[in-house]
């Protein structure tokens, strides 16, 4: 089993800037993946970026490449998702997630994050 506690959401300004973290506990051995997902109001869950636990290749949606940077620390256990230029549009609730593939697809990751809102003002 794997624990995953996401946090770090709040209330911010378009084309302000934002840390998510994701502490990881549990069988991390057993994953080969992490990533973000988000689900905004009315719509469904989407991926939005993931990396190797080992580190090196990460994936990115097309509507947050350039803008947002996924990283993670595995001594500490720690997943994290820098956000920059933010739009009102990526206001949604951020889950962090794993997974035993390097994938885009939400049905592979096993593991959830209980979801930390963010939310982008106009």
């Known amino acids: 089993q794997v624990q995953l506690v996401d946090s770090g959401g709040g209330l911010v300004r378009s084309g302000d800037s934002l840390r998510l973290s994701c502490a990881a506990s549990g069988r991390m051995f057993d994953i080969y993946a992490v990533g973000w997902f988000r689900q905004a109001p009315g719509k469904e869950r989407e991926f939005v970026a993931a990396?190797?636990?080992?580190?090196?290749?990460?994936l990115y949606a097309n509507s947050v490449r350039g803008r947002f940077t996924i990283s993670r620390v595995p001594v500490q256990n720690t997943l994290y998702l820098q956000m920059s230029s933010l739009k009102p549009e990526d206001t949604a609730v951020y889950y962090c997630?794993?997974?035993?593939?390097?994938?885009?697809?939400?049905?592979?990751?096993?593991?959830w994050g209980q979801g930390t809102q963010v939310t982008v003002s106009s």
């Open positions: 990396v190797l636990w080992s580190g090196g290749e990460t």
């Open positions: 997630a794993a997974s035993r593939a390097f994938t885009m697809t939400e049905a592979n990751y096993e593991y």
